[in-house]
């Protein structure tokens, strides 16, 4: 256990890095000056002096860059330029807003992914198998936009089962989640239809028919338990993709969370605000993806990771 997350730790370095590199690059490469950009272009130069001095602005690119590094050890990732307010806070205001989608969608889609496939690959060309393979083209063809406009025009504005937008509650959840979530139903649903069908053609399945045990427990207890195991495996590993996979959806439901954040902070060419967000959201990914494969090889010793 501790030689894997040594391992690991390892090639999580030269990645971060890498993105702080980016980010760091960001206010550098984009023309304009970020000092005009936070005072207006009618401060006196007595202003913009000091504030080009507290920035480090005038400083060699290198020691710009370890005052950057030393921020973000610190936990400061800058100001913005639209809150005035510490970009730091902002995220962590934000980040269990993000979460909460991330979690609702990822149970939507393994609730209805899994069932649909589970269906599907018990009648190979029913009714459930149809609807698996119609929604397996369907997730992966249609934006995430088109997607969320398409159920906010059904339940929101047609039925009004459902609140369009906002947060008040856990009806609010219910749109977002399932916009976030339906690319991953598809591809579990056909995930889910493809490890049922090998495992119901194994040696012990046609054994536990040939002993009498009803279809129901063949099929729930031999074979969707080890039909389910890589399903769970690809579920685990996508959930960092959910933590930061948000932004459109996020923004089409005015979900107050880090993926609007980061889409108002680009219209609005808050750079400091996209510079952290995007260093913010890597290491969410890095980390919440390095928990995972930990969590796997040790519930699973067979897996290694080089």
């Known amino acids: 256990m501790i030689r894997t997350l040594g391992r ?17 690059l960001l206010l550098n490469v984009v023309p304009g000056d970020p000092v005009l950009e936070m005072v207006g272009e009618r401060a006196d130069s007595a202003t913009i002096a ?14 710009q860059f370890g005052h950057y590094v030393w921020g973000v050890v610190r936990g400061d990732l800058g100001r913005s330029y639209i809150t005035r307010r510490p970009i730091a806070r902002d995220l962590a205001e934000r980040f269990p807003k993000t979460v909460q989608l991330a979690l609702a969608a990822m149970t939507f889609a393994a609730v209805t992914g899994i069932t649909l496939g589970v269906l599907a690959a018990v009648r190979p060309g029913g009714a459930f198998d149809r ?32 609140p369009p937008s906002g947060s008040g509650g856990p ?9 976030l979530g339906m690319r991953s139903v598809a591809f579990l649903a056909r995930m889910t239809r493809g490890a ?8 012990f399945i046609r054994t536990a ?10 099929v729930g207890k031999h074979a969707f338990r080890n039909a389910l195991i890589p399903v769970i495996t690809v579920l685990g590993l996508d959930v960092g993709n959910y933590l ?13 969370g880090v993926g609007r954040y980061v889409l108002s902070a680009i219209a609005k060419r808050d750079l400091p605000a996209i510079q952290g967000s995007i260093l913010f959201l890597s290491v969410v990914f890095v980390v919440v993806n390095l928990l995972t494969d930990l969590v796997y090889a040790q519930a699973d010793p067979r897996i290694a990771y080089d």
């Open 8 to 24: 690991r730790l390892l090639l999580t370095v030269p990645t971060l890095f890498g993105v702080l590199v980016v980010a760091f």
């Open 50 to 63: 000091r504030l080009r001095a507290e920035l480090h602005l005038d400083d060699p690119l290198p020691a």
């Open 131 to 162: 609807i698996a393979l119609l929604l397996s083209y369907l997730g992966v063809s249609f934006p995430v936009y088109w997607v969320g406009l398409l159920l906010i025009l059904l339940f929101a504005v047609t039925l009004r089962w459902l």
């Open 171 to 179: 009806t609010f959840l219910v749109l977002p989640a399932a916009t």
């Open 196 to 203: 049922m069908q090998d495992v119901l053609s194994s040696d």
């Open 209 to 218: 028919r040939a002993k009498g045990l009803p279809e129901l427990a063949v």
């Open 244 to 256: 930061t996979g948000s932004l459109l959806t996020e923004t089409i439901f005015a979900w107050p």
